[in-house]
């Protein structure tokens, strides 16, 4: 990976439907060009995918809380499939500490999450946490300019 691939990199993490034109401008090479590199950024894996980034309160969905769970490590065979079917669920992390689980979550309202956490009760201990403000949002990992060791 070169200066230009990661100069592509962050202008995509900043906007993944920046037209080919304008990151060929920025990068001082033609579109196919780019496009190329694009390609091959997405085949090395360092590329995954592009979202839509939503506004969660726009649609219905108030709440968002970061849930600990505490659970038994024979338990992940049968708590994997459970989570992963959980629309709610915006991200599970495996995590060190007194939890062995943190969930980010979005509900329509308390009480919903109150049923879930319910449910997640079945797996073990939990400690929910309810944002009330997010000052800053996710965002792109910083891209360093040199080259980085995997």
Do not use: W
């Not at 780019?34 to 309160?57: C, F, M, P, W």
């Not at 946490?129 to 040199?146: K, L, N």
């Amino acid at each position: 990976m070169d200066k230009i691939d990661r100069q592509i990199i962050r202008i995509l993490q900043k906007n993944a439907r920046t037209p080919l034109k304008v990151i060929a401008e920025k990068v001082y090479l033609s579109s196919p060009a780019v496009s190329a590199r694009i390609d091959n950024l997405e085949k090395q894996g360092i590329i995954t995918s592009y979202r839509a980034r939503i506004n969660r309160h726009k649609i219905g969905y108030h709440i968002t809380a970061f849930i600990n769970l505490a659970m038994e490590p024979n338990q992940k065979a049968e708590f994997y499939p459970f989570i992963t079917q959980e629309p709610n669920v915006l991200e599970c992390n495996c995590v060190t500490g007194d939890y062995s689980m943190l969930l980010k979550v979005a509900f329509h309202s308390t009480m919903e999450l109150d049923t879930f956490i319910g449910r997640l009760q079945h797996f073990g201990k939990t400690s929910t946490q309810i944002v009330f403000s997010t000052p800053v949002e996710p965002r792109g990992i910083a891209i360093p300019d040199e080259d980085f060791i995997e």
